[in-house]
């Protein structure tokens, strides 16, 4: 088992930043980012191992950058060049099953969720 704790939500204006921050209970090889907007489903965002392997989706790519610490087990979302359509709930996840690593398919493990929220 993991728990996750994210923080670092809030409301911004378009074009604004944020930083989300994401807390495990013990280290994991791989953690993410995913995004649940109301009435869609939920989706990556972004990956990264234990040696820094990032992949990210095609819609945040050059506005988005994961991170981690892993002496801290904390996975971080820098967030750039907001938009509308990046409101949402943030979701943190680890463990991957047959040890992948890709924002395509859930993790074993979620948080509870960070509430973004963009303006126009």
């Known amino acids: 088992q993991v728990q996750l704790v994210e923080s670092g939500g809030g409301s911004v204006q378009s074009g604004g930043s944020l930083r989300l921050s994401c807390a495990a209970s013990?280290?994991?090889?791989?953690m993410g980012w995913f995004r649940q907007a109301p009435g869609k489903e939920r989706e990556g965002v972004a990956t990264i191992s234990s040696s820094g392997a990032t992949k990210y989706a095609d819609s945040v790519k050059g506005r988005f950058t994961i991170s981690r610490d892993n002496a801290k087990n904390t996975v971080y979302l820098q967030m750039d060049s907001l938009k509308p359509e990046d409101t949402a709930m943030y979701y943190c996840?680890?463990?991957?099953?047959?040890?992948?690593?890709?924002?395509?398919?859930?993790?074993?493990?979620w948080g509870q969720g960070t509430q973004v929220a963009v303006s126009s």
């Open positions: 013990r280290s994991s090889y791989c």
């Open positions: 996840g680890a463990d991957w099953p047959n040890g992948l690593c890709i924002w395509w398919q859930a993790p074993n493990y």
